[in-house]
């Protein structure tokens, strides 16, 4: 056996070491700081961050909120079985930015052409009769430019409003760390919510806020601050309000004790939970 | 060529203006003209022409509220929205005025229209802000008030780094006056296709009821109990007409007492009906008609809907400019060629604008707001999303840089504050917690730490008839405007494409 050889048989392994991953539903829980991959001309970025030796993709439900560069992540949830993302590991979790400033985290990988984006758009979102409105209007507008400054995004079909029998209903809304910033999805949930308790007459509203710590796959802890479940809570009741749900209905709490972590989805206890009985 | 356009007629309802041949009784409306306001009326600028439609019709403007002076300063709302100019001012109509009545016309009023009302108010120097970047003084009180007057504690303090006006420290008008106010400066908005400002974003929910940036709910618009959007003013705090028109007598207008139910509701009608856009080019030709861009022209915003969001491969914001990739000549002659090139260069700007992507970095407020940070967008697909109108659709509001170092343009004519945020408060989240900024902006209405120098983009029609541009006039002409974004954003555009997103801009 050369030197050579050697040298290169050793590296193959080094390489084959990093690059074993863990297996599905492994728990991982971790800070780190996000790196951008420019994904292509026409499409958008991807992120994911490094950690013991594995890349992890960041990847949120929508408008959840995606990650930042200057600021670190918090990557939470177990692996996932199925292809990479954005060339890296993908898990079943939350990516949470942390909200103060960390200049070190600020790199931005080029486009390589091995990663590349898929552009979103009115033909792949919405509803289906959205979207085959959308389709039907390009098809004319392609014949006829003057249509091109009609709206292509038509306005959804009003939800139907609810109908007895009215049973007891619940919502839990899942936060970034730190965070009282509800995504859009759970708000339009919450703004249906909101119709139920109106259309049903509903006799009363739980709103109970928590906080919650994460515990780390290095045995750290990461607590979020004092205030935050009382932020939540309250947030969430002032949008009910807001959308006309009397304010004498809803009884507004929070736990100011941290939900305790065992580094196995933590990110579920950063919450509020919202009952409502008709 | 001047000429020949001046003898131009446009349609039996429409009269042209020319600023050319300028006559302050026809381009310039002073409070109190009895003149008639018409159905649709063109006006020249350096460019070509702006068109006024006035979709309910042409009326008399004597004793009618916008066009009347209702306070003890002479001036109307008139007076800085000109139908000349795109229902906004630009710094070339300030500067006339200013030459025409040696500074004694009411827009250079002491109050706003000069730098500090304690400097000499005879000299140019004591009204340079309006007359070299078009910027009205804005004193808004310190601490902010909610809208009931209560007041909000700050998650900040405040210290003048630089006061070139010398107001912001003077006894009187300055932080550390018996009544604190902070004076900052900024451009009058056009009061122009307001419908695609008031009304609520369509197939964007949340977007209907909650702030994008933080999902908190938007405030109440007092009149209708309906939610509102924030689009009206760069800093989102008078949120209807009536609000603002209350708000602009009392302190631009200084009236004493309040208005009429009735003159609040003249000045809302007009305000909500009236569009504007640049509608002749003085290359291109005209801008608007049978196989012109659908887009153009203010008869295109008359009809469109309001409110919907335009980064899509269909909308692309302002629609097609397919018809002048290979444009035919507007009509045989010298200037045909460069004409066909102009409307060339003009859907080739439209195509970068709506499709040339570029990293968007820490832009605070809307990189944040659950975006990501990088993001990568173009021009149109990005902030400036509405269909027709081009600013952002969801409501919210965002730093791109125009008034925080270390993006702002250098602005030594500018005062300078430092921002001191609470160690508790969440920070701007790419300027931490200490930040340098010209203008505070939206954080002097909501005193939020994460809000300093962050305000509501503007709508991209009828640029030609209103430089300068930003909320601080820091781009003189749409040139500095690309500029700036290809600094700010790295972009990298090459003069060919500047030259293209100019040409294109020009004819909103």
Known sequence: ?278 | MFAAIALLSVSAAGIVVSADTYDAADSWWRPGDQRLMPASADYENALGRVRIVNAGGSFATKDHAFFTALGSNGRACVTCHQPSNAMGLSVQTIRRRWEETDGKDPLFSSVDGSNCPNLPQAVRSSHSLLLDRGLIRVALPWPPRDADGSVIQPEFTMEVVRDPTGCNTDPLYGLNARDPSISVYRRPRPVANLKYLLELPHGVPPSDFLFYNDKSLLPRNPETGGFATLQLMSDGRDLTPKIQARDAARNHLRSNAPLSDKQLAQIESFETQVYAAQAFDKVGGELTGAGAPPGLGPEALEKGAPARLGNNPINRIFGSFAMWRSAQAPAAGADADRALMFRESVARGADIFYLRRFIINDVGKYNDKGLGNPFKRSCGSGCHNTLLMGMDLAPGYMDLGLNNLPWANERPDLPLFKVTCNSNAAPQSYLGRVIYTYDPARALITGKCADVGASMTQQSRGLAARAPYFMNGSAANLRELVDFYDRRFNIGYSEAEKIDLVNFLSVL
């Open chain 1, 1 to 278: 056996m050369s030197r050579d050889f050697l040298v290169a048989a050793l590296l193959l392994a080094a390489a084959t070491a990093w690059a074993a991953d863990p297996p599905p539903g492994t728990a991982v829980s971790f800070l780190a700081c996000p790196v951008a991959r420019d994904t292509g001309p026409d499409t958008d970025l991807c992120f994911f961050a490094e950690h013991d030796g594995h890349r992890y993709a960041l990847v949120n439900p929508p408008d959840w909120g995606v990650p930042q560069l200057k600021h670190r992540v918090l990557v939470e949830g177990r692996v996932k079985e199925g292809p990479a993302y954005c060339g890296a590991i993908v898990i079943e979790g939350r990516a949470s930015v942390i909200a103060e400033i960390d200049a070190s985290c600020n790199v931005v990988l080029p486009f390589d052409g091995a990663i590349k984006g898929v552009a979103g758009g009115v033909f792949n979102s919405g509803t289906p009769e959205q979207r085959a409105f959308a389709q039907d209007l390009a098809r004319r507008a392609a014949a006829d430019p003057r249509l091109s400054v009609e709206p292509a995004i038509a306005d959804p079909a009003p939800a139907p409003l609810p109908a007895p029998p009215f049973e007891r209903r619940t919502l839990v809304i899942i936060y970034p760390f730190d965070s009282d910033r509800g995504a859009g999805p759970d708000m339009v949930k919450l703004k249906e919510l909101a119709t139920f308790i109106k259309v049903a007459n509903a006799r009363g509203v739980q709103v109970v806020g928590f906080r919650a710590t994460s515990r780390l796959s290095d045995g750290s802890e990461l607590t979020e601050r004092q205030q935050i479940a009382e932020d939540r809570a309250k947030k969430v009741a002032s949008i009910l309000g807001g959308l006309g749900v009397n304010a004498r209905l809803a009884h507004v709490s929070w736990d100011t004790h941290a939900i305790d972590g065992n580094g196995d989805g933590d990110w579920r206890n950063r919450k509020v939970e919202i009952s409502v009985e008709p």
